[in-house]
């Protein structure tokens, strides 16, 4: 039966996991990965839940012990912290170990510090470990604000006074982008996909999701607009949408069975790139798929990691694209084919490839990265080689990244409060700024004169290439997740929403331990899935196979069971006068 875990955007750690994104934390050890063995009991399903939430919130590890013997575990663990901990069976009197049996851990953190772990199982003469590949996991993801409070903005961007705000409420928004013509501004939320007119607070139309999904389910799904602004696509839930500027109907829609990282269409609307995010395991997993713009499927690409990012030239014509763990390596393609024109060398030791971007012309692409080997790399397309890379300060990560439409210039922002912007021609940065919080979002004007950027103390800033000091900043409701300026230089766009990478160390904000007088209590998970219309089959072990189903009227199920009846009945008679037949 094939699990489907519930989806965040919140990155985990270097592990390829359903649903889950990765990255690697620093102070995270090292593992070494153990020799398989015929006689290795199984762990399956191993994850935290819920994925994130509140500090003082009782979080319950979990994870399924089976063995093909049915032999009971000689110990069964997990590493949190640094410790190895006992695990309790949820049912103390399940001892079905051949068909599976649950072990869980719970804790109540006290600050927002990260919490690493893995499982370890042992029945004497195997054991085998779940949730780590060379690096423990990361969760629960944990927020001191309540998050409720989120919302899309646009800026003039002279003034950086606000011409309007639209408030999204506990939906996160995941992107916004302007169309090139500065006519429209799309924007995908946690449950919506909204199209505005750049200068109007009304949308002119919003498509929901007739599925029950929760906040944080997805990672990231993206949107994204053609130059004219009449053609928009988007990923929310499982499903890949193409969108007019006229209607809120869908042109046409694919159900990709899987979540994704981003979507990018061409400029000239001939062509759409998704990354897709899933297990390695899944047959239909860590794929790069190219669409025409009738939905037909060009080709399909499959790495050994999740396709973090994907973005194409104004044609269509070159695809630059990024991967994460184990793969983590930079990749270009083109239109005409699946293989790929570029396969980098692992940009990185342990950890994703975060993002990409190319030029309209697919001559200059950009990556970024964890910076152990360089954190930014130029590549140049046709000659396939880096022209220069660029390591942050502290080897921060970066995680947002923007390419001007020429290629000439690049702008980045990493968690450590640094910002910058670089030529073509050097990894020397023209000019590099410096802010108290980490840096989660990033634009570059179309002519490579000013960089916007946002963070988590709600700030979003509008810098110079001429100055050091921003030209405005303005407090926003939550944390700024997107960001993006007009072609025209007049407005600046930005959403809010979940940091994407919250759990990594906030120099800017040290946790603080609270005293918990009130310990909260989710509702246990399988409250949460039985409450959930979209899942057909639960089993023991609180996973379940997700599909979108469509609940049906009562008058609707009477006249089917009615029909089935009359079937039934008439099969009798049918068979009854046949061997009446065959007796006379």
């Excluded at 839940?49 to 509140?54: E, I």
Aim: charged share 25%; with cysteine.
């Amino acid at each position: 039966m094939k699990i489907f875990i519930v989806i965040t955007i919140i990155s985990l750690i270097c592990f390829p996991t359903v649903g889950l994104t990765e990255d690697k934390a620093s102070g995270s050890q090292i593992f070494s990965k153990l020799p398989e063995t015929p006689d290795d009991p199984i762990l399956e399903y191993g994850h935290v839940y819920p994925f994130w939430g509140a500090t003082c919130t009782e979080y319950t590890y979990s994870v399924v012990y089976k063995d093909k013997e049915g032999r009971s575990p000689e110990y069964m663990r997990i590493y949190f912290n640094g410790d190895w901990i006992d695990m309790e069976k949820e049912n103390s009197e399940d001892n079905d170990y051949k068909n599976g049996v649950k072990y869980i851990y719970q804790y109540v953190p006290k600050t927002t510090e990260s919490n690493f772990y893995f499982f370890e199982a042992s029945n004497s003469k195997g054991k085998v470990r779940e949730s780590i590949i060379d690096s423990p996991d990361n969760g629960p993801v944990l927020f001191t604000s309540s998050l409720k409070n989120n919302e899309i903005v646009v800026l003039e961007q002279k003034t950086g006074k606000f011409l309007w705000r639209f408030s999204t409420d506990e939906e996160w928004v995941s992107k916004v982008v302007i169309s090139r013509n500065n006519k429209y501004l799309a924007a995908k939320t946690s449950k919506h996909i909204y199209l505005f007119k750049i200068n109007e607070k009304e949308p002119l139309w919003k498509f929901t999701l007739n599925a029950n999904i929760m906040i944080g389910d997805d990672v990231d799904g993206g949107i994204d607009i053609s130059a004219d602004g009449k053609k928009i696509v988007a990923m929310i839930g499982s499903g890949l949408y193409l969108f007019s500027n006229t209607s809120e109907k869908p042109l046409w829609q694919h159900d990709l069975d899987s979540s994704t990282y981003g979507v990018s269409i061409s400029q000239d609307g001939s062509t759409i790139a998704v990354a897709i995010a899933a297990s390695e395991n899944e047959e239909k997993s860590n794929l790069l798929i190219l669409f025409d713009e009738k939905g037909n499927e060009l080709w399909s690409y499959q790495s050994s990691g999740n396709f973090h990012s994907a973005d194409l030239s104004w044609d269509g014509s070159v695809i630059a694209a990024a991967t994460g763990c184990p793969d983590r390596r930079a990749y270009i393609f083109l239109r005409e084919s699946k293989e790929p024109f570029l396969r980098s060398d692992m940009l990185t030791r342990d950890s994703p490839v975060h993002a990409s971007a190319i030029s309209d012309d697919g001559k200059i692409a950009v990556f970024g990265a964890e910076s152990d080997a360089g954190a930014i790399h130029l590549l140049n397309q046709e000659t396939q080689n880096f022209l220069w890379k660029f390591s942050t300060p502290k080897n921060r990560s970066v995680r947002s990244l923007a390419i001007t439409p020429n290629g000439q210039y690049i702008g980045a922002g990493t968690f450590g409060g640094d910002a910058y912007i670089f030529s073509q021609e050097s990894n020397t940065p023209l000019q590099h700024y410096k802010v108290q919080e980490r840096l989660g979002a990033t634009d570059i004007s179309d002519n490579g004169s000013l960089l916007a950027v946002g963070g988590s103390n709600n700030n979003l800033y509008l810098f110079s290439k001429e100055n050091t000091n921003p030209l405005w900043q303005v407090l926003l409701n939550e944390y700024i997740n997107t960001i993006d300026i007009s072609s025209d230089n007049k407005y600046v766009a930005a959403g809010t929403g979940a940091s994407i990478y919250f759990f990594e160390s906030d120099e800017f904000n040290p946790p603080q331990a609270q005293k918990c007088e009130q310990i909260i209590k989710p509702p246990s998970e399988k409250e949460m899935e039985n409450n959930d219309t979209m899942f057909d089959e639960v089993d023991d072990f609180g996973m379940k196979d997700r599909k979108e189903i469509k609940k049906l009227p009562l008058i609707e199920i009477l006249i089917i069971g009615i029909g089935v009846l009359l079937v039934i009945v008439l099969i009798i008679f049918w068979r009854k006068k046949n061997e009446n037949n065959k007796k006379t």
